[in-house]
């Protein structure tokens, strides 16, 4: 009897500890949405993480989260750039679908700082490398010229990423050319993403969501340049209550709507913006009509427009429609009857249809139109031409998200794209009718890709992502091909630090033809065909990340070496539009970049922001081909975006709780150009008039003077009342203490004055920007 006693209390508690241990070692899986505020937007890229497995994920584009846990109580950790930081306890014993809603922080500086180390931790876990990521609240609180925000110029804060010069907002991410850069808005292609020739951004701030800038290791499912991937989210807009939010500036002002179509279901944002150049210029050249020595003022002015809608169609079923319009104008009217008219702008929309076959398996699939228009207008007395070019896409892509379990999350996918290229269209007459000239020159090219990959926890200290992508393209009778392999780790040393990897190898399909030499920008996308090979590029970086002071730093230090072919620039004198034998005009060559990124950043307390330096090197070579000497004789050159030192610091400082002092600065070393080094005389014939030639050394052999600016901006919160229960006054100094950088350098003549002989020749520097202070008013209600 004591024995069977005995023996039965043996057997419940072995099957009692069996039935714990089978318990334990089942898994579940936790699913579901991140939400912000009270619009209750989705939050792509918002971390859900469990500290004590060290174990997360990261939301998607539609802001679903997956991941795999053990059975058994777990504190979950849920994180996003200017939400307050959300910790849920929960016990976990079935496949659950948990959403969360984060409320906006309640810091006034809330807009940039996250009371909790969960980004950093996750950019620390991660295994991709090489990301940043902006929020337009993060951009809207730095000074900016103007008083106008710009996201590219923000993402130029960031180490790797260059700028173009004094005033210029196109990038250069580690020594690749701006059309190496993809830009994505809605997963829709924006073929220029710039306004008012390169000063700011095509991104209106109260439109967007986020902005993933990817400048290396880049994800299997990105494709078509070589340099980096910026990759911007639209705001879904409020689906709990209509709100109108805006904001008057110095230069332009701006008006945001929206709303829920059904609350909880579905809903919209419209925005809008719009310069006020042209008002006050056309009133000044209205006041000197009659005056022949009067030069007028060109009539310039942007607009663009932005909206969004979801709805969703049940509890695995959600659309989404998306659009851009936007215009560049510019025009000049002389009082001679000579007339200039030039315009661009990018036209873009966007389907999008996400279901959610079950808490493993996921869907997006999105259909889009994208085109990017210029042309110019100009008319002489009874003459005038139109010269035109264009690009047109229509692009169908699917993705699949499938986590079958918490070590693997795969991703794979298709896209086609159907491209139009109107490489150059003439239009030229009199205005009786007796000279009528014509010419058109287009080409068609069909792109397409396929790609796997899979993020793999190979164990608890190293994930690895690996992934494949096979891509090709046709134009005409001319096709390429080619495979894609991109790998990344990160291994964690201790859960403070982790090291990573990544390799990449990228194929360009479509070129874009600039003329440097011309006065305007001439736009020209080309495809790869007869013999335009398609441009190549392999990277590989490797980097080391820690975590100090209780997680509330992360500094980080990466090294890339990047090697391309078939990279592409004109001979001298290249005849670019309406060229139907533009192939000849190409040379082609390769080129190296390489340096290392050390960036500290900071996301919690009063005072938040980063500090970045960059040492890198670029370079290109073109041998002699085509009956030519190639680019400087075949010898190696710096492109002029090549920068040996770039420092950055960015800081945001909470004052009080409602005034905030903000300020970033910027030290570059000056581009490289390319001077005479000395003239000689020559004389056609004996007796006649000496002319000067300048002799020219290597190509940008010659460096202007460092570039360096300091920004300083306040943003006062305003009282809340009837009308405005949210508003804001955003002081800003651009160039704070009046460098005069750099734009160009010319030279003038010395000559002596008695004689008027020419003595020698004294260099002359153009800047374009002192000191400018503005004031923005932001408002919503």
Do not use: C
Not at 68 to 89: K, W
Not at 547 to 568: A, H, I, P, R
Not at 714 to 730: A, Q, Y
């Amino acid at each position: 009897m004591r024995f069977s006693t005995l023996l039965f209390a043996f057997v419940s508690v072995w099957s009692i500890a069996g039935v714990a241990v089978a318990q334990a070692q089942e898994r579940y899986t936790l699913s579901g949405y991140v939400r912000g505020g009270a619009s209750r937007e989705r939050l792509p890229g918002a971390s859900v993480a469990v500290p004590s497995l060290v174990a997360g994920a990261t939301a998607d584009s539609t802001g679903f989260y997956s991941l795999r846990l053990p059975a058994g109580r777990h504190q979950v950790v849920i994180s996003f750039i200017g939400y307050e930081t959300q910790t849920r306890d929960l016990t976990l014993t079935h496949n659950q679908r948990l959403s969360f809603t984060l409320p906006e922080s309640s810091n006034t500086l809330g807009e940039v700082v996250v009371e909790a180390s969960g980004t950093l931790e996750q950019k620390l876990q991660t295994t991709q490398m090489s990301v940043e990521r902006l929020t337009s609240k993060e951009a809207k609180l730095l000074p900016a010229l103007f008083g106008e925000v710009d996201l590219l110029k923000t993402l130029q804060l960031k180490p790797g990423v260059q700028n173009g010069g004094e005033g210029t907002s196109g990038l250069f991410v580690r020594g690749g050319s701006s059309d190496q850069n993809l830009v994505l808005v809605d997963d829709a292609v924006v073929y220029n993403p710039n306004h008012l020739f390169g000063l700011f951004s095509v991104f209106n701030p109260d439109a967007v969501q986020s902005v993933d800038l990817y400048k290396g290791g880049f994800p299997a499912q990105y494709g078509g340049r070589l340099s980096s991937v910026i990759d911007v989210k639209l705001r879904e807009g409020n689906n709990q209550k209509f709100v109108t939010s805006g904001g008057i500036g110095l230069i332009s002002s701006r008006l945001t709507v929206e709303g829920p179509i059904v609350k909880d279901k579905g809903s919209f944002i419209l925005s809008g913006r719009r310069t006020y150049f042209d008002v006050f210029t056309r009133q000044i050249n209205k006041l000197n009509e009659g005056n022949v020595d009067y030069n007028p003022i060109p009539d310039y002015y942007f607009y663009d427009f932005n909206a969004k809608g979801n709805y969703k169609l049940g509890e695995k079923d959600q659309v989404f429609l998306s659009g851009y319009y936007g215009r560049d104008i510019f025009g000049f009217n002389s009082q001679g009857g000579f007339n200039f008219n030039f315009s661009w702008g990018n036209t873009v929309g966007a389907a999008r249809w996400n279901h959610v076959f079950n808490k493993r398996l996921y869907l997006n699939t999105t259909a889009s139109y994208t085109r990017y228009q210029y042309g110019i207008t100009n008319a002489l007395d009874q003459f005038s031409f139109n010269l035109s070019s264009d690009i047109q896409d229509l692009a169908l892509r699917t993705d699949l998200d499938y986590t079958p379990n918490d070590r693997h999350a795969f991703k794979f996918g298709a896209q086609l794209i159907s491209h139009d290229f109107g490489v150059g269209r003439l239009q030229a007459g009199s205005g009786d009718g007796s000279l009528n000239l014509g010419s058109d020159v287009g080409y068609t090219g069909q792109e397409g890709g396929l790609y796997a990959s899979d993020n793999f926890k190979a164990t608890d200290k190293l994930q690895l992502d690996y992934g494949l992508r096979l891509t090709g393209f046709r134009s005409g009778s001319d096709a390429y091909g080619g495979i894609e392999p991109r790998a990344s780790a990160r291994y964690s040393l201790t859960p403070k630090t982790s090291i990573k990897g990544s390799y990449a190898l990228m194929y360009q399909y479509v070129h874009l033809v600039t003329n440097s030499g011309a006065t305007l920008p001439t736009d020209i996308w080309y495809p790869s065909r007869l013999s335009v090979k398609p441009q190549r590029s392999q990277q590989a970086a490797a980097g080391v990340s820690f975590l100090l002071g209780d997680g509330k730093y992360l500094l980080t230090n990466e090294v890339y070496y990047k090697w391309s072919q078939n990279q592409v620039d004109f001979k001298d004198g290249a005849q670019l539009f309406v060229n139907p034998d533009l192939d000849q005009e190409f040379l082609f060559g390769k080129g190296w970049a390489y340096g290392n990124e050390l960036y500290l950043e900071k996301k919690s307390g009063r005072t938040t922001g980063w500090v970045g330096y960059t040492l890198s090197w670029s370079k290109r070579q073109f041998l002699p081909q085509r009956g030519t000497t190639g680019i400087n004789e075949g010898r190696v050159f710096y492109p002029n975006y090549d920068r040996r030192h770039n420092i950055t610091v960015v800081l945001l400082h909470q004052l009080t709780e409602r005034l905030n002092l903000t300020g970033s600065f910027v030290y570059t070393t000056g581009n490289a150009t390319t001077l005479p080094s000395g003239r000689f005389n020559v004389q056609d014939v004996f007796g006649g008039d000496l002319s000067v030639a300048p002799i020219y050394p290597d190509r940008n052999s010659f460096r202007l003077a460092p570039y360096n600016r300091l920004d300083l901006g306040l943003v006062w919160k305003l009282k809340p009342n009837r009308w405005f229960p949210e508003s804001d006054l955003t002081f800003s100094v651009y160039n704070a203490y009046n460098r005069r950088n750099p734009y160009f350098v010319y030279f003038d003549q010395v000559k002596n004055e008695a004689t008027g002989q020419v003595l020698n020749y004294r260099a002359r520097q153009v800047s374009l920007f002192p000191t400018i202070p503005a004031v923005t008013y932001n408002f919503k209600f």
